[in-house]
């Protein structure tokens, strides 16, 4: 089994930045495709970015591109999201997933992912 833990959401003004983290343990592969997905109130979880663990490319969703950077440390199981220039609708529990299956193709769905973390709210203020 593999346990995704998630930190480093919190409180930000409008313009300001966040880095969440993930962290990956238990039974972990050598190929992953690790991602972020969020949910608003009301709303659908949505994606936001994934990277692959292997081939270590990196995509996002438009409303997030410009803004926000994946990035990987192999060493640690770890996936970090650093936002940038926050806005209000960023507002959502943000949750890392994982998969070991098709991780050298762009995953955005939901489904495409086996694993998730718990979740970590962000909230930006306006």
């Known amino acids: 089994q593999v346990q995704l833990v998630e930190s480093g959401g919190g409180l930000v003004q409008a313009g300001g930045s966040l880095r969440l983290s993930c962290t990956a343990s238990?039974?972990?592969?050598?190929?992953?495709?690790m991602g972020w997905f969020r949910q608003a109130p009301g709303k659908e979880r949505e994606f936001v970015t994934a990277?692959?663990?292997?081939?270590?490319?990196?995509y996002y969703a438009d409303s997030v591109k410009g803004r926000f950077t994946i990035s990987k440390d192999n060493a640690k199981n770890t996936v970090y999201l650093q936002m940038n220039s926050l806005k209000p609708e960023d507002t959502a529990v943000y949750y890392c997933?994982?998969?070991?299956?098709?991780?050298?193709?762009?995953?955005?769905?939901?489904?495409?992912?086996?694993?998730w973390g718990q979740g970590t709210q962000v909230t930006v203020s306006s």
């Open positions: 990277i692959s663990w292997s081939a270590g490319f990196s």
């Open positions: 238990g039974r972990t592969a050598s190929s992953w495709a």
């Open positions: 997933a994982a998969t070991e299956l098709y991780s050298d193709y762009e995953l955005y769905g939901m489904y495409d992912y086996d694993y």
